[in-house]
């Protein structure tokens, strides 16, 4: 049980340059979250989903994409990369769970994915 | 919308003593849940412990344990018996009813002395 698996786990980029952060879950989650983190400002929400075909923005979506085509699958894209986007990129994943317990379900995390851009 | 505050850069603290991590957060929803992850060198975000909001029970894991002031929105983190493996970044996080979208705090450096 692979849980969430994240590719690739480092690259080095040049400013201007695009490419794809994968996530992918075994587990059947309905939720998925891309998440970055940086010194000083702990983890923030980029982009999230709750189901195949859906997603949407978080705390800090500007410069980025995502797609969620299949429900296992939710990819990061950085169509035009800048310094500021030097970071730790987290994927995690969630069940869901309705009314008052929603919060109940707790998120698994990837194991995280550090991007330098130059 | 939600937010979540630690004051505390570091802490550090003696091997087999006892440290209290804090925490603040602010919320407008009645149902939310509270967390505090750990975060070692290898960075995987590991569960410490969980509270309900709706509990007024205190969480306790093992050498793990909150102190949850509901109205005064305080959710600190006390480590019993430290060891040298509790040495990581420790971070606050809230979920509230808004698709499960977990809110972090800044994070707090804990390091242990033998």
């Known amino acids: 049980n692979a849980g969430v698996t994240q590719t690739p786990k480092f690259r080095v980029l040049k400013t201007g340059q695009s490419m794809t952060l994968l996530c992918a879950q075994d587990?059947?989650?309905?939720?998925m979250y891309w998440y970055r983190q940086d010194p000083g400002m702990g983890l923030r929400l980029i982009h999230y989903s709750v189901g195949e075909g859906t997603t949407a923005k978080g705390e800090v979506p500007d410069g980025y994409n995502v797609s969620r085509l299949k429900k296992q699958n939710f990819l990061l894209g950085l169509e035009s990369a800048a310094p500021s986007q030097t970071s730790v990129y987290f994927c995690?994943?969630?069940?869901?769970?309705?009314?008052?317990?929603?919060?109940?379900?707790?998120?698994?995390f990837g194991a995280g994915s550090r991007l330098t851009v130059l | 919308a939600q937010t979540v505050t630690q004051s505390q850069p570091e802490m550090s603290v003696q091997e087999a003593e006892t440290v209290t991590l804090s925490c603040t957060y602010d919320?407008?929803?009645?149902?939310?849940?509270l967390f505090w992850y750990k975060q070692p060198p290898s960075r995987q975000m590991i569960l410490v412990i969980r509270q309900e909001a709706y509990k007024q029970q205190n969480a306790t894991e093992n050498r793990f344990s909150v102190n949850f002031q509901k109205a005064a929105k305080s959710f600190s983190l006390k480590i019993s018996d430290s060891q040298l493996g509790d040495a990581a970044m420790y971070f606050c996080a809230s979920r509230g009813t808004s698709y499960g979208k977990l809110t972090f705090g800044q994070g707090t450096i804990l390091t242990v002395h033998p």
């Open positions: 995690a994943s969630s069940r869901l769970a309705g009314g008052r317990f929603f919060g109940a379900n707790v998120l698994t």
């Open positions: 587990m059947n989650h309905e939720y």
């Open positions: 919320t407008s929803e009645s149902d939310y849940y």
